[in-house]
């Protein structure tokens, strides 16, 4: 009975820990410098910020069975650029026989917004989701979506 008190106990500590490592990824962003002119574009850009021992698969991760970070922008009455994925680097892991191209640390995504001259909100808002599956070298976690929003105010 002591016995498996005790691995109960381990058990729990060592979920909890994974789960608070888990989840100590922050997704945050900015438009600019927080303004926007009706009739130009801004630049947003949105982090991904891993703790040191996470990684995170990046947009080509060149593994079929890794699942690629995400992220997605919208916004009315504005367009919306392509986001640019930043190159990861290529590691290699005792669970795979082949390299995977993964995102560590800070890694910021950027896109532009193009306001349009007839833009006559004083605030602009961005929603955006990230979907990314974070890893340590030997086990990934569930996948999960961060959403933010951005916001911007005309200048």
Do not use: D, W
Request: hydrophobic share 35%; proline share 5%.
């Amino acid at each position: 009975m002591k016995h498996s008190y005790k691995l109960v106990l381990f058990s729990a500590i060592f979920f909890a820990v994974g789960s608070f490592t888990a989840n100590a990824q922050t997704v945050t962003g900015s438009i600019g410098n927080a303004t926007f002119t009706p009739g130009k574009s801004v630049r947003a850009t949105v982090v991904l910020s891993l703790p040191g021992g996470l990684h995170a698969n990046s947009r080509y991760p060149g593994n079929e069975y890794a699942i690629p970070t995400t992220v997605r922008a919208t916004a009315k009455g504005v367009r919306v650029g392509a986001v640019s994925y930043p190159r990861g680097q290529n590691r290699k892991f005792e669970f795979s026989s082949e390299t995977i191209n993964v995102y560590e640390g800070r890694t910021a995504f950027g896109f532009n917004i193009t306001v349009p001259a007839n833009y006559t909100a004083k605030t602009l808002r961005v929603s955006v989701s990230v979907k990314y599956q974070a890893c340590t070298n030997e086990v990934c976690y569930p996948p999960k979506s961060k959403e933010i929003t951005l916001t911007a105010r005309s200048q």
